[in-house]
């Protein structure tokens, strides 16, 4: 009945944890009277919560033991993945393969559908624009479909006739999913990633170019700009992706090659092959990349050995805001934590700011709770808010949220969420 509780978070009072191991015993359970329910994947939502639910007394359903592919349709460019398939399961089930699975930079053992449905960023997307279709069982133990599933139409496209249901159950508590369609892309021809640094002083500047670039639709909006610390170096690193024919990515790296001689952007050695694997689709064993952003902390000591609180703001694409950002976060923190800026189109980026900490020492909680109490109100302050929330700061549903809540989950069997708690 344990589960990890992260020092980084009140502790929670859990009921019980249930381990179901297929969507028929998911159904059993939500029809049993055990209430409320909290669903978690694997429980991997580091400095968000990890596998806690909102409020005391909630039992954990704990859906890790769900953890087959159903369905690998490499013709149609699809997987229909349970929420204990990890990203890493998938990425080496398509090695080799003429498809590749949208990877994140965090753990291979981190759930598919999970962050999916937290709509985390992908390397080459976000990850919501993976989802095709859902299965979802609700309140009253009904399993459903939503969005594009194998057998109603021959293409598979998230929005068929009518209104589109798949975005009702993401950041939402309104049902457990326990599958998922998700979208694989073409395995490119090429992959080719152009590291590019430049000094603090250069940072205003130095993002106007890469939006500009974005805009020209010279580079795709996936790029991934990391500060000195994240990027363990003197100066900032940002990181571009080119795929697709080798013609093509050699006749855009050249042109990039040129422009960055004209602007603060310095071109750097190539990436690793690490880096340029994880864009490639292909996962990495040893999950380097990964243990290089969280201080070389492997997947399965988080939260016992390192503490970690996470803020993720969505700011616009200008030298202007993310040189405010820098000045937000300098304001706030006693030191300058990892922060990753993700583009998502040429209008927004993200920022991933990690506030790592030893996990057995209560000051340091203390003083990693205060720093992000301040990142939150200063943030907000200049309307740029968290679109992905943690458990200690569960968001308000709105009138309509409440209704639709209402109506799926009359009877309050599953626990309030994160994004609309009490809808």
Not at 185 to 206: I, K, Q, S
Not at 245 to 254: K, Y
Request: hydrophobic fraction near 40%; proline fraction near 8%.
């Amino acid at each position: 009945m344990s589960i990890e509780q992260p020092a980084a978070f009140r502790p929670r009072t859990i009921t019980e944890v249930l381990r179901p191991a297929t969507a028929d015993e998911v159904v059993e359970i939500v029809r049993s009277g055990r209430r409320p329910l909290h669903p978690i994947s694997t429980g991997y939502n580091w400095g968000l919560g990890s596998g806690l639910p909102v409020s005391d007394g909630a039992t954990v359903l704990d859906l890790s033991g769900l953890d087959r592919v159903r369905a690998l349709d490499l013709e149609r460019g699809y997987a229909v993945v349970e929420p204990g398939v990890t990203q890493g399961a998938l990425a080496e089930l398509l090695r080799g393969t003429p498809r590749i699975f949208n990877l994140t930079t965090s753990s291979l053992r981190t759930s598919i559908i999970g962050n999916s449905l937290e709509r985390g960023v992908g390397v080459h997307r976000a990850r919501a624009e993976d989802l095709v279709g859902l299965e979802v069982v609700l309140a009253d133990g009904r399993r459903e479909h939503v969005g594009w599933w194998p057998g109603t139409s021959a293409v598979p496209r998230p929005h068929g006739l009518g209104p589109t249901l798949t975005h009702l159950f993401t950041q939402s508590s309104f049902a457990v999913v326990t599958a998922a369609v998700v979208g694989l892309l073409p395995r490119p021809e090429e992959v080719r990633v152009l590291p590019f640094t430049f000094a603090g002083d250069d940072l205003a500047d130095a993002v106007d170019v890469l939006r500009s670039w974005t805009e020209q639709r010279l580079i795709p909006p996936t790029t991934k700009v990391y500060n000195p610390v994240a990027a363990q170096l003197d100066g900032y690193l940002a990181h571009v992706c080119l795929s697709g024919a080798g013609e093509v990515v050699e006749a855009l790296s050249s042109v990039l090659l040129g422009a960055a001689r004209h602007s603060p952007l310095v071109a750097a050695p190539p990436a690793d092959e690490v880096v340029r694997a994880t864009y490639a689709g292909d996962p990495d064993p040893a999950d380097t990349w990964f243990q290089r952003r969280t201080m070389g902390c492997p997947a399965e000591r988080i939260d016992a050995e390192l503490g970690l609180l996470m803020f993720l703001p969505i700011v616009p694409f200008s030298g202007e805001a993310v040189t405010l950002t820098e000045k937000l976060i300098r304001d706030c923190c006693p030191s300058t934590p990892a922060v990753t800026v993700n583009v998502l189109d040429s209008d927004a980026v993200d920022h991933v700011i990690a506030l790592g900490f030893p996990a057995g020492d209560p000051s340091a909680v203390i003083e990693a709770r205060e720093t992000l109490d301040r990142l939150h109100q200063a943030f907000a302050a200049q309307g740029f808010l968290a679109y992905r929330r943690d458990v200690d700061r569960p968001g308000a549903a709105t009138a309509l949220q409440a209704r639709i809540g209402q109506a799926l989950d009359p009877d309050g069997v599953f626990a309030p969420g994160r994004y609309a708690a009490g809808g």
